[in-house]
């Protein structure tokens, strides 16, 4: 059932910002194959226009409405490798790796491993680094089923703006990350089953240059904390997944461990801007006489 309201939705603006900004940039840097990634988000803010009057209150029609920005994600990532070559052609790997040399006495990337080489400590770590792509999913469905469609479009909108704000940083400071600075884990480690997976992933899909913040980490804890807010019990049962994935990103040196960190500040700054700005709505609605949302 849909509602008859024909405003935009926090997210639409929120995609609206993202689209307008990357193809801005694609128009004025990027030439030719640029023009035509402007043209195309062009055409994106306009069909996200065209939903304003379309508000579902349940089934898949509601996830599709409030989450649409969480799956165009993937096809948004695609293109960054040919978005963050418009503005620079630079990676910015010896800046981020004297962050980790600064802050951290070395190398995370290259140092776990080599610390904990054990098969079945790297095979945790890889499955918790594959878990990041069952958690945003169960958070956004899982607050969605047990407490409704306000709390889905809020968890959704997090997570979005984490992607949406990796993805502005890659294009202006693009960091190829230790996958393509340093050889790759050898060993035993090198040969379990969870380690062949993960790396086969990457392989086959990865975007060069979206190492710095990791988007994996800020996204997926957005999920974690901004479904936790709604429902705790979403954050204790994706928590201990979250931690994994974490550490499995420098663990695998799929990151730097300044990308984790900064991952991890991006993904709860993200989840502090949600609330204040749910507590400021909630204020202006109960300052108008009306109710605020349960």
């Not at 609330?275 to 909630?282: I, L, Q, W, Y």
Request: net charge neutral; glycine share 12%; aromatic share 12%.
């Amino acid at each position: 059932m849909s509602g008859g309201s024909g405003r935009l939705l926090p997210v639409d603006r929120l995609t609206i910002g993202y689209f307008g900004c990357t193809g801005l940039v694609s128009l004025v840097f990027g030439g030719l194959p640029g023009a035509g990634i402007a043209a195309a988000h062009a055409i994106a803010i306009f069909g996200i226009t065209r939903l304003a009057a379309w508000h579902p209150r349940a089934g898949l029609a509601a996830i599709a409405r409030a989450a649409y920005a969480v799956f165009l994600t993937p096809l948004l990532y695609a293109e960054l490798a040919v978005l963050n070559r418009f503005f620079t052609q630079r990676y910015f790997d010896a800046t981020v790796q004297a962050w980790d040399a600064a802050v951290f006495g070395g190398q995370p990337s290259i140092g776990l491993s080599a610390l904990f080489p054990w098969l079945s400590f790297s095979e945790v770590l890889h499955l918790g680094y594959f878990a990041y792509y069952a958690i945003i999913p169960a958070a956004i469905l899982g607050v969605f089923a047990t407490r409704g469609i306000e709390a889905l479009q809020r968890t959704a909108l997090a997570v979005a703006a984490a992607f949406f704000v990796s993805y502005l940083i890659f294009m202006f400071f693009p960091v190829a990350g230790p996958r393509y600075e340093f050889a790759q884990i050898g060993g035993g480690i090198g040969e379990g089953t969870l380690f062949g997976i993960v790396h086969g992933i990457l392989e086959a899909g990865s975007s060069k240059g979206t190492a710095f913040p990791s988007s994996h980490i800020a996204a997926s804890l957005a999920a974690v904390v901004t479904a936790g807010g709604e429902d705790r019990r979403w954050f204790w049962l994706l928590l201990i997944p979250e931690l994994a994935l974490t550490a499995g990103t420098v663990y695998g040196r799929f990151h730097y461990a300044t990308d984790a960190l900064a991952g991890i500040l991006l993904g709860l700054l993200i989840c502090a801007v949600v609330r204040a700005s749910r507590s400021g709505a909630e204020g202006a609605q109960v300052a108008e006489g009306g109710q605020p949302a349960a």
